[in-house]
């Protein structure tokens, strides 16, 4: 397909990739829904719905730069909550950089410098209950409410860059919950497309029995305001026509299947995939030779 291109690079991170977060208890907790699932399927899938929106870690930087240094640091009110946020550069036109889960929002940081040579204005944020903002709890509605109130706070927005979780939940919050908001271009990194896919790995992960992995599918329904079938990306992407795409995706990515990318590209007719290989979930955000591919999406007219 000529709307898919392999990004060539020969550039090397010795870096191990970060592994995905699971609790220390998981064996333990699939043990309970074992038990409890089938006697009090309801019950369970309050809990698990609990568990899928609570953040079992929040990421820290071990070391400081002069990117997280020259930050200018303010907060963003939503929903009772306080969210930390932070801005470089004084471009009339922003660029907002959105985080996915248990990241914070200085993680995409590397996209920070090709963007202001480029005069952009560049916004980063730490979602609920990430980083440094408040709160303990969130999901796919709330989470993208909280991109909604920085969007606004900021008086309208240029772009988007966001990574995986922070896909999603910016594209949810375009397509579903925002009023005359629009957004030139997006630049979604490993992002997961499918909500049903994103239950079933949940299901399980948790080791849900069935009757409870209805009932955590119908809650998640109804956080979401209709179907997880809907809710797919496929379905929301051709919605945004005014709106240019470039996904990004790694084929090593062992978190977010490469294919998630791929079946959104052959259904979003104003859509181009990046593909890396060799970087994984989280390092090709790193590689400098992607970094200028999205500087170059961003200075194309």
């Known amino acids: 397909m000529n709307n898919i291109e392999l990004l060539p690079s020969g550039w090397k991170d010795p870096s191990p990739e970060r592994p ?26 309050r809990l698990a719905l609990r568990l899928f929106s609570t953040p079992h870690t929040r990421a820290r930087h071990a070391v400081s730069d002069e990117w997280l240094e020259s930050a200018r640091l303010f907060e963003i009110p939503y929903d009772g909550l306080k969210l930390k946020g932070y801005e470089w550069g004084t471009g009339s ?14 993680a995409l940081r590397t996209f920070v410098p090709g963007l202001l040579e480029q005069g952009f204005r560049v916004v ?22 909280a991109i909604l109130a920085v969007i606004r706070q900021l008086g309208g927005i240029y772009g988007i860059i966001a990574h995986s979780f922070g896909g999603a939940s910016s594209l949810y919050a375009l397509t579903q919950l925002s009023s005359g908001i629009s957004v030139e271009k997006m630049v979604l990194i490993a992002m997961p497309a ?23 599918k119908l809650r998640m329904e109804q956080i979401g305001g209709q ?27 062992t978190q977010v299947a490469v294919d998630n990318s791929i079946s959104l590209v052959e259904k979003w007719p104003h859509a181009h995939l990046v593909l890396t290989d060799g970087y994984g979930h989280f390092r090709l955000m790193k590689n400098p030779d992607l970094l200028n591919r999205v500087s170059r999406f961003f200075s194309d007219h």
């Open 124 to 145: 980063a944020f730490d979602g609920p209950a990430h980083g440094d903002s408040e709160g303990k709890h969130t999901n796919l509605r709330h989470f993208g409410g």
């Open 20 to 45: 995905a977060s699971f609790p220390q208890v998981l064996s333990f907790i699939q043990v309970g829904f074992r038990v409890l699932g089938p006697v009090a399927p309801r019950l369970a899938s």
């Open 194 to 216: 499918s909500m049903v896919r994103i239950w079933k790995e949940a299901v399980h992960t948790l080791g849900l029995p069935a009757r409870a992995a209805n009932q955590f």
């Open 93 to 106: 036109r922003t660029v907002l950089l959105v985080h996915g889960w248990e990241s914070r929002g200085t």
């Open 227 to 253: 179907s997880l079938e809907e809710m797919d990306a496929a379905h929301s992407g051709p919605s945004l026509s005014h709106c240019r795409f470039l996904l990004v995706h790694d084929k090593q990515d």
